[in-house]
């Protein structure tokens, strides 16, 4: 009986919501009213899907239903707002790169690394004072897998990962108003101005 319950509520969810967690992915241009149709099926999804694997992958309640409820409110109800978001992570084959050996230095018997580059955001937004904002978030990872061998001759592996967080923005005035540039900002962060028939401001921060 639960069972049918379950499918049955699985079922009633919004496509979005239900590709997010059964693939893992969404991708949508949608007017705001059908975002916030879809954030809200996200904070309140139907109370017979307990279970881990019914659950929206992890940056989903963090991350990009706050940025949605934040753009949608910025973008008028009869503009477009697109959302790209990834969230099968950087371990999926069509990431990553070609593995490589490199010098092992010991006790390290073997040492692989593979590279992967995750881009699991991005948005494209008309805003409401007729600028269009263009986000994306890539994440670049290293993964190395290191093999030792202990004192009592036993093989041992080790996997490391490293990533570093990669967002691009750039914001595009309506006709009319020339970009500005801040005075000062963070050594993270690099603000650039584009002048001419498409002036725009970017910025990028890793």
């Known amino acids: 009986m639960f069972g049918r319950k ?8 919004d496509p979005l919501h239900r590709g997010l967690i059964e693939q893992r992915t969404l991708s949508a241009v949608l007017q705001p009213p059908a975002w916030r149709t879809l954030v809200d099926s996200l904070v ?23 940025l949605v409820r934040l753009l949608a409110a910025d973008v008028d109800d009869d503009a477009w ?24 230095q010991p006790p390290a018997l073997k040492v692989v690394e593979q590279l992967a580059r995750d881009g699991w955001l991005a948005v494209d937004a008309q805003l409401r004072h007729g600028g269009r904002l263009r986000l994306g978030v890539v994440d670049d990872v290293r993964l190395r897998t290191i093999t ?16 570093t967080e990669r ?22 962060l690099t603000v650039t101005a584009k002048d001419g028939r498409r002036p725009s401001v ?3 921060a890793a």
Do not use: C, F, N, Y
């Open 81 to 104: 707002l697109g959302l790209t978001v990834d969230l099968r992570g950087p371990g999926v084959p069509d990431k990553q790169g070609t593995p490589r050996d490199l010098p092992p």
């Open 202 to 204: 970017a910025v990028k």
């Open 6 to 13: 379950e499918r049955a509520a699985l079922a009633s969810l």
């Open 167 to 188: 967002v691009r923005v750039r914001l595009t005035p309506p006709k009319g108003v020339a970009p500005i540039v801040p005075h000062s900002t963070p050594r993270w």
């Open 148 to 163: 030792k061998r202990s004192a009592s001759g036993k093989r041992k592996i080790k996997r490391r990962q490293k990533a």
């Open 44 to 66: 309140h999804p139907p109370p017979e899907l307990r279970k881990a694997k019914h659950q929206v992958p992890p940056r989903t309640m963090e991350i990009v239903v706050p």
